[in-house]
């Protein structure tokens, strides 16, 4: 009998297609298998070979296959968190690999930690493979040593979904890029008395698809839109870290690419004066959370 384990993963995708696919099938393969795989798709149509195949995962239980119309990270995350059957929940990327032993590292150490507690998995950039990264004292997601951590990443994390429920889910005020969602997140977690322990045992290599997901939007070193900037903003505004909000438009210039394209600097602050805007009228709305349930639905 194959082995399952009780944890629901949640996969918000947008415009991925194959590696998609691929990222579905590699999950399959894990030992124990999650109980759930929830796809929180917001592409408006795949290419055939693609639909057909996730079609297929979907017919045979394999996953639960949600589309949505309009594409937002946090609001996927939400949607997945509320559809989530089991009391752990796993998000992950759309573009990865996962080591066999993914699922089981966040089981076992839910198993051994106590307490409210965030798991934040280890991550492999393209340029982290074959790099050894068991030297040095400084933290980054690709290190080889568990410990205690401010942040996480939002494409290999894990937690009770009680927890994440009670703390109003992920913020939907993060529009188009969703920027700095996770850390707004952990602030929120953190205030309310969690931990977020790093288990580099819970590892996968992020494929960083070069089209679908965040780059639909573009690059942001070269684009005038503020969909990559408005989230830094309203980080700031959010957790009262103004100094970030006052000081990333001249950040955002100060940088290699503009010193080497000086003629960009302009369309650059367009952008980030844009996103400003943009994150103070979303401030003044008040955050975009998922409400509490009923006491009497509550898990």
Known sequence: MEAIAPLSIVIPTY????VLVQTVEYLLEQQP??????????????????????????????????????????????AGLMRATSDLVLFLDDDIRPDPELVLAHWRAHQRLT????????????????????????????????????????????????HAVALGGFDENFVRVAYRFEAEFAHRFLASGGRIHFEPGACLH?????????????????????DHAVGAYYYGLRTGHFAEFFSRPWKSVATR???????QIPRTL?????GMVWAWSLFLRGPALVPLPPRNERR
């Open 15 to 18: 415009r991925r297609g194959p």
């Open 33 to 78: 298998r999650a109980a759930q795989i929830l796809l929180l798709d917001q592409t408006e149509l795949h290419a055939h070979a693609d639909e057909s195949r996730l079609q297929a995962m979907a017919a045979r239980g394999l996953i639960d296959w949600i589309r949505l119309e309009q594409p937002s990270i946090p609001r996927a995350m939400n």
């Open 115 to 162: 307490g409210l507690t965030l798991v934040a998995g280890r991550v492999l950039q393209p340029w982290h493979e074959g790099v050894d990264q068991s030297g040095g004292t400084d933290f980054h997601f690709a290190s080889e040593q568990p410990r205690w951590i401010g942040e996480f990443m939002g494409g290999n994390f894990s937690m009770r979904r009680e």
């Open 206 to 226: 992020h494929l960083k698809a070069g089209d679908g997901g965040t780059r639909t939007y573009g690059e942001h070193l070269t684009t005038w839109r503020p």
């Open 257 to 263: 690419h503009h010193l080497r394209h000086p003629w």
């Open 270 to 274: 367009l952008a980030e004066i844009r």
